[in-house]
Each structure stands twice: as C-alpha cells, then as structure tokens.
C-alpha cells in the first residue's frame, strides 16, 4: 500500500467515529461540548490505532520506514493525549471560567466518580506511558523494563478506555458506532496479541544458530547466522538489501529481547545472513561470547533502506561508524547483479580501527563503478586520508555525478545525521532522493 493511502486510511478511520456519531445522533450538543466529544472519539480512534504503528508491521514499516513509522507513533501518541485530556474539560470548565477552584473540585469529583473510573485510569495510564517514552532515557530504567511496562500499560489504557466509551459515551450506544469500537480494539489488542504471542511461536519454528562470530573493529563483531532447518519453513528469510531484523538471542522468542540491527550481507548470500554490531550495551556489548550454535531468532525483513522502487542515474552512500552495516548489503548486492552505475562511498568512523570492511571496499571498487572517501576524527600517525567530521566540502567531493540524479542513502549515529542532513539538500539533492536510516528513534 503506498504511503499516501496509509495516511489517507488512518485519517479516515480517525474520522470515522466522529460520522457516525454525528449521522446517528438524535440530537447534538453545543458547540463545547461537541468539541469535547469530537475530541474523545477522535483521541480513543487514535488509541487504538497506536498497536498498528508499534515498528512490529513489516507492512507498514517497508513502506514508510522504521524512522517515520515510530516519529508517527510518538507524535500520534502526544497529540492523541492531548486530545483525550482537554476531552474531559470540554464538558464543563468554559461554563465555570470564573469559577477556577470550583470547576477544580467539579473535575476532581468527576474523575474519581465511580461512572468515570476506566476513563480516568486509562488517561493515568496513558500520560504515563507517554511520559515514560519521553523521559526514557533520562532514567536508570532498562529497555527491557520499560518496554513490558509499555506493552502491559497499552492493553490496560485500551480495555479501560473502551470501558468508559461503552458506559460512558452517548453515541457510542448507536449500534454502528459501537460495532466500529468492538472492532477497533480487536484490532488493537489482535496486533498485540499476534506481536508477543503468534509471532514469537512462529519464530521459534524457524529459529536460527549463530554460525561464526568474529571482531572486526574495535568493539565491533560480524555475526554469522545461518537457519536451523534448510529446506521448508525453516529455510529463511527473504529481506531487500539494507532491511534489518528484529533479533533475539536470548532463550525462547519473547520479542521484550529483541533488538533492530541492519542486515549487513546481500540477498545473494541467503541461507546466511551476516551483521554486524557495535558494544554498546546489555545486548549487543555480550555479542562477542556468542558461541557457534547459539540459537537466534530473526523477525525480518522490516524496514525501506532499500534500492528497490527508487530509481536514480548515480548513488550517494553515507554512512557514520556501524551505519556501514546496511550499506555493505547494498553494496554487496551491487556487485551480485554486476550494477554499473556510478556509486560514492563517503565512510566516517572515530578511527581507523572503527572503519570496518575497508579492505572489501577497496576490493569492491574492481567490480563496481565504485569511488571512495574515508574520514576519521581521531587519525593515528599512518592515516593518510580526511580528518573530521562530514562537512560540506568532504559531502560536495564525494558526489558521485550531479546532485540532482543521485540516489543518496544516509545512514549512521544521531549527530552525525544531524551533521550531515542539510548537506545534501545544501548540495542539491531533491528532498525525495535521500533515504536516511536512523539507529535510534529518539
Ligand atoms: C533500524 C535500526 C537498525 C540498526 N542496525 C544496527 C546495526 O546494524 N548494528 C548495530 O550495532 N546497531 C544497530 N542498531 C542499533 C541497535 O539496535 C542498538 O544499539 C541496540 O539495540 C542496543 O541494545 P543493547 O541491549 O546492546 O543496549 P542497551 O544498553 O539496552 O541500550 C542502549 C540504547 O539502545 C536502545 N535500544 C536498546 N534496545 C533496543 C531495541 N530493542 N530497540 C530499539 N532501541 C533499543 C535504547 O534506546 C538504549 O538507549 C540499529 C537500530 C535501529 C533502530
């Protein structure tokens, strides 16, 4: 499905409740209070909507993206909260504006009604679950904690809510707008269900084994993993090159452990599949004891940091330290169909020692139409090449042909996407030629 009809899909479907509750209505409101209630269905639509847009839908994340599929669920989260905390206010605060303490204490004995009780859990709930998603990293709280506090919270906020739009909401005892809800947290609570239940039993089905492990760079290892069962189910993936995969090497299929790395081999190398993974923390910093046979398990191939469906005269890779991961599948994938266009590399990393797979990069400029340029900001006595980070006239040297028929795939750490992100546009390059993959969503 194509971006515009997903946008198109999701207003419509936010929309909808707010129609139907306007079609069937017996009688309308006042304006205020219509707002208020616009703003509920509206807000409650979004909810529910939120358990599609968790990253876990290859569907939606291929064709939109992992950066902007979990932007959209962050923002969508904040406006959706906002929407449902000015929702209860609506109904009565405008009337008592000059009355504040007393419109406090009608509020305060509203939320606490028993009548009001799921709805005012479920927006506890919520504000939590939002705050927490901010403020994440600012607190000593693991990832894996947080993550099953978030998916718990979720399934709460959702059956709370529907609760208070059952009890509470008017419009919602018109038979079709109740038959939307019944549906809407189906859905919902489905793609939870099929996220931490079907999809891990699927999984483990097809489960792989780690085939070898080796450091390349400092604190920087290639893990070879190949599929258990060779033929039938178990015969592996399919993925684009520069997809990656939600990869878990702990016990049992349980997606809290997973985490998104790039799949760094080509299409052409399947059964096996290589990444490689920077030490940064629980995970990924214990990746170097992994033993052959170690079982994993692969949810792929997610992701659009891909060649295919875009087209261009000339590609521009940009890649910043373990960012080469999904740059080395393209390129790799490159050589395999004997690709002839012109192709930049433009490599950062810290030091020459983070400059992973320099050699086959060298080697690959024999196959491809392939040019080359390394920086790094911390040079050792033999480094001959560029120093610093990717500014402009290092970004300017490396295109490949005229900005204007480039293709460019940006991938790396925030800041050095934050360095590099106007630079191309400085250059040239229309906005819809350049595909950024980021290693973080905040
Ligand atoms: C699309 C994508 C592709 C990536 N590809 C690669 C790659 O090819 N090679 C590579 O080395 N790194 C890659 N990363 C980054 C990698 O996912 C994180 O470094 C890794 O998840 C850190 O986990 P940890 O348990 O080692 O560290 P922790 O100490 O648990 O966490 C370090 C940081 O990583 C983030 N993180 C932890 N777990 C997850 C998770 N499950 N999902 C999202 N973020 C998480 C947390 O926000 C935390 O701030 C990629 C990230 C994304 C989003």
Redesign the pocket.
């Known amino acids: 499905m194509p971006p515009a009809a997903l946008i198109t899909g999701y207003l419509a479907l936010t929309v909808l409740p707010l129609v139907l509750a306007v079609a069937f209505a017996e009688r309308l409101p006042g304006p205020l209070r219509a707002g208020g209630i616009a703003l509920g269905l509206i807000g409650f639509a979004m909810l529910l909507l939120q358990f599609v847009s968790s990253g876990r839908f290859e569907a939606l994340s291929s064709k939109i993206g ?1 950066n902007h599929t979990m932007r959209f669920h962050q923002l969508a989260a904040r406006m959706l909260l906002l929407f449902l905390i000015v929702h209860p206010l609506l109904f009565f605060v405008p009337e008592r504006i000059d009355d504040v303490p007393g419109a406090a204490r009608m509020l305060v004995r509203m939320l606490f009604s028993d009548y009001m009780l799921s709805g005012t859990i479920s927006l506890a709930l919520l504000l939590f679950m939002v705050a927490g998603g901010i403020w ?2 600012r607190t000593p709280v ?2 894996e904690i947080w ?1 099953a506090t978030h998916v718990v919270a979720a399934a709460v906020v959702a059956v709370a809510g529907a609760h208070h739009v059952f009890q509470v909401g008017n419009y919602s005892q018109v038979i079709w707008l109740r038959s939307f809800w019944w549906i809407l947290l189906a859905v919902a609570l489905g793609a939870l269900g099929y996220s931490y239940f079907v999809k891990p039993w699927l999984l483990a089905r097809r489960a792989y084994r780690v085939f070898a492990v080796r450091e390349l760079g400092e604190r920087i290892w290639e893990v070879v993993l190949e599929p258990q069962e060779t033929s039938g189910q178990g015969a592996g993936i399919k993925f684009a090159a520069g997809q ?1 995969a ?1 990869v878990n090497f702990r016990a049992g299929a349980l997606p809290l452990f ?5 799949i ?1 081999s080509a299409p052409g190398e399947l059964p096996r599949i290589r ?11 214990r990746v170097g004891e992994l033993k052959p046979g170690h079982k994993a398990y692969l949810d792929a191939p ?2 659009n940091f891909t060649l295919e469906g875009r087209s261009a005269d000339a590609l521009y890779l940009i890649a910043g330290g ?1 960012g080469i ?2 740059i080395m599948s393209i390129l790799r994938d490159l050589a395999y169909k004997g690709d002839k266009r012109p192709v930049s590399v433009l490599f950062g990393a810290r030091n020459s020692r983070q400059l992973v797979y320099a050699d086959e990069l060298e080697r690959l400029t024999a196959v491809l139409n392939l040019k080359l340029q390394f920086s790094v900001d911390e040079p050792g006595p033999d480094w001959a090449g560029d120093v610093g980070e990717l500014d402009a006239a290092l970004i300017e040297r490396a295109l490949p042909l005229a900005a204007e028929r480039c293709l460019c795939l940006v991938c790396g750490p925030p800041p050095m996407m934050l360095a590099v992100e106007q630079h191309p546009r400085v250059l040239g390059v229309p906005p819809g030629n350049i595909v950024y ?5 905040d």
Do not use: C, M
């Open positions: 992992i994440r990293h693991k990832y993550r990656f939600w997973d985490n998104p790395f790039s760094s990444l490689l993974i920077k030490a940064r923390g629980d995970t990924s910093g997610h992701g373990i991961a999904p993959e980021r290693f973080e969503y």
